[in-house]
């Protein structure tokens, strides 16, 4: 019983003076904490009606843009790499669907400043980690880009769906980690063309839209060039169902100005 004692009194000074990262803190030192510390980059997206909603990305936060096939999703990705470069931020990409040559042509011929792996590793996210990891350290990169979801998927290991919400929050985590914008490339289930898209539509599983902070859909419309981004969902701000005509000039996504 004596010996139990003594171990309680033990443990609990080593509790008491404890001042480890995960110590428990009282609001008004840890709201001071996180005031001293680095501020969560943001950055402008350069679509002013998607910022005037969303108020830019942040580090941390993890986006989701999800589409049909052909309708976008790499090119709005690539307009924002664009526009994040011409304020001086720094992305890295992940783009598993096409060859890297191929790839930097879509740029056209002022291609923007961002970074790739000279050699793409599927289905593993601690690579991924470290990648992100070494271009942080190396480069200071604000925003990464994965194109696309099921190329780091291991697709036959048991429930399809269960597995894609522990990759979400494995990138969730990485988002939060590096401080930095995470955008998620991801297919939708089959429906028409020029179907109005939204919550649910995203394929094999509901957890890409519950752990993202923003979930952005987008087709294109019958019009030449032009195709509609809906934001179905944007936690910072608590903005739904906004919709935003964009149009294409050249080699990216413009807003078109009613």
């Not at 304020?87 to 990409?93: D, E």
């Not at 480069?139 to 597995?163: C, K, P, W």
């Amino acid at each position: 019983m004596k010996d139990n004692v003594k171990d309680l009194i033990e443990i609990e000074k080593r509790l008491f003076a404890y001042e480890g990262q995960d110590r428990v803190m009282s609001s008004h030192d840890l709201a001071q904490a996180l005031r001293e510390e680095d501020k969560p980059v943001r950055m402008e997206s350069g679509i002013q009606k998607l910022d005037s909603y969303i108020n830019g990305f942040e580090g941390g936060e993890l986006t989701v843009i999800s589409g049909l096939t052909g309708n976008g999703k790499t090119l709005f990705g690539q307009t924002l790499t664009k526009n994040f470069d011409d304020q001086g931020f720094k992305s890295l990409w992940f783009s598993y669907e096409v060859m890297p040559a191929n790839f930097l042509k879509c740029f056209g011929e002022e291609l923007p400043l961002f970074y790739m792996p000279a050699r793409l590793i599927e289905n593993s996210l601690t690579w991924i980690n470290t990648r992100v990891h070494e271009a942080k350290l190396k480069y200071q990169i604000n925003a990464v880009f994965v194109d696309h979801l099921h190329f780091i998927v291991t697709m036959n290991r048991g429930n399809i769906s269960v597995e894609i919400g522990a990759v979400m929050r494995a990138l969730k985590k990485i988002a939060l980690k590096f401080n930095v914008a995470f955008f998620l490339i991801a297919h939708t289930m089959k429906v028409k063309p020029e179907t109005e898209l939204g919550i649910g539509d995203t394929r094999d599983s509901s957890f890409i839209e519950q752990e993202a902070d923003n979930v952005f859909y987008i087709w294109r419309t019958k019009k030449e060039r032009q195709a509609i981004l809906k934001i179905a969902k944007n936690r910072r701000n608590g903005i739904f169902e906004k919709k935003i005509t964009l149009y294409k000039i050249s080699n990216f996504l413009q807003e078109l100005q009613e």
